[in-house]
């Protein structure tokens, strides 16, 4: 069939508005689509990858404008979200493909219309990439000196990964991902039951879960302390954190970009990634939640995120002097989103103080009630604080006491502006050998 990059960029409008559910229209990817009209316009086909293991993943092919079999260029390649297929990137491919990149987009094994089962960012994933990354260099006219990757959540972390075990990837843009899968959605040894329901779910219904996922979502979402050694393994092979020593080593520029809110992967990882890492390297959070700070460079609307992620691209694939690599690395946005932006020199170098507040008094509360009192509704409550400045509340005369351990200062003459990290010290005397405690300021 034809069709011309607009026509292809519509496609991608329905694929991002579903995208920070990890849901997607499918893609009619059966023939090569022909080039664009337009002579300025980069050429876009879609085609089968041959992945590891002889599975077919199904992709997208910029190629920029122009080429008459004799240049090459360097590439990108983008592995798509979770349970979204490679049209995620239609817009933003073609962007990068029309500023001289070979793009190469692919849905992940296991989802849509790709082979295999769903490996979860596992060794097989990271084997795929290298696979896409064998093709492309064979059947486009890309340079394997200058080879990046890119993704936004499912894709970043594959990224990542990817970089630890192939070196021939210079340069990476990791948007929403994780650093840490066990920290992500077991901290403080508590499950993230919304996370992994609504994960476990997209899968099913966009993918086909391997046996060993499967298993692993059933023992998340029972009693995982009886499954709590292997659990932690499996989340561990499948962290960017566990291969520090290799990414390190392989040298790639490594972008990190999150939103404070985020439901899925929250940010406190990304920085302790960040810190311990020593390759060229960039830090930025921004408002919002799961994947909303980039989403509306996935419709091709001017967005901040995307816009750092050419520029990255630009200078360590192509050694353009745009000033990212002396810009301050550390950018944060407040979430008020006037102020503009922070720049700093390093994440430890973001400006500290800590604020003490003692409260005495014991308080004798039931458990297992709602009190009202929580962090809002997965993803509702962080895009609304991004877009609105509405943040969520709670009327604190209102809190039944006898399900809520409440401790308040007086009011305060003017507003306050606070940053970091909240810490309780107390003493629980608990009723049960095991339960979860949970402070909110």
Request: glycine letters at 10%; hydrophobic letters at 40%.
């Amino acid at each position: 069939m034809n069709t011309t990059r607009t026509a292809a960029s519509v496609s991608a409008l329905i694929l991002a508005a579903g995208a920070a559910l990890g849901l997607a229209a499918p893609a009619a990817q059966g023939a090569p689509v022909a080039a664009a009209s337009s002579a300025a316009t980069a050429s876009v086909r879609f085609t089968d990858i041959p992945g590891s293991g002889g599975v077919t993943l199904k992709g997208s092919v910029f190629t920029p404008a122009g080429y008459d079999g004799s240049q090459h260029y360097p590439v990108i390649v983008l592995p798509s979200s979770w349970g979204i297929n490679d049209l995620e990137y239609l817009a933003q491919a073609g962007s990068l493909a029309d500023s001289g990149y070979v793009v190469v987009s692919y849905t992940p094994r296991g989802f849509w219309l790709s082979g295999g089962e769903i490996d979860v960012a596992g060794p097989k994933d990271v084997a795929d990439a290298s696979a896409v990354i064998d093709w492309t260099l064979a059947n486009t006219p890309a340079d394997p000196a200058r080879i990046g990757m890119a993704g936004v959540s499912y894709g970043a972390g594959i990224s990542l990964l990817s970089a630890a075990h192939d070196k021939r990837i210079r340069a990476v843009t990791a948007l929403s991902g994780w650093a840490d899968l066990v920290a992500s959605i077991f901290s403080g040894r508590t499950q993230h039951l919304q996370s992994a329901a609504l994960l476990g779910g997209s899968a099913y219904l966009t993918g086909r879960p391997s046996a060993e996922f499967q298993q692993v979502l059933a023992d998340f979402l029972g009693p995982v302390y009886d499954n709590e050694d292997e659990l932690t393994a499996w989340g561990k092979l499948r962290s960017p954190a566990t291969y520090l020593d290799q990414i390190n080593g392989g040298g790639a520029a490594v972008m990190l970009a999150n939103s404070w809110g985020d439901s899925i992967f929250p940010p406190n990882t990304y920085a302790d990634f960040y810190d311990r890492l020593t390759v060229p390297k960039r830090l930025e959070f921004r408002p919002g939640d799961h994947a909303t700070s980039e989403a509306t460079g996935l419709l091709g609307l001017p967005n901040d995120v995307w816009t750092d992620a050419h520029r990255w691209f630009d200078h360590y694939l192509k050694g353009a002097p745009n000033g990212i690599d002396t810009q301050a690395p550390v950018q944060l946005e407040s979430r008020n989103g006037s102020d503009g932006y922070e720049g700093y020199a390093a994440w430890s170098a973001v400006p500290t103080a800590t604020r003490e507040l003692r409260f005495g008094g014991t308080r004798t509360i039931a458990t297992n009630i709602d009190s009202g009192a929580d962090g809002g509704v997965i993803f509702l409550t962080s895009l609304l604080d991004q877009i609105a400045q509405a943040p969520p509340v709670v009327s604190v005369p209102l809190l039944p006491r006898a399900v809520a351990a409440v401790w308040q200062t007086g009011g305060y003459a003017t507003a306050q502006r606070i940053r970091g990290t909240v810490k309780l010290s107390t003493t629980v005397t608990p009723s049960a050998a095991e339960g979860t405690f949970i402070a909110y300021l």
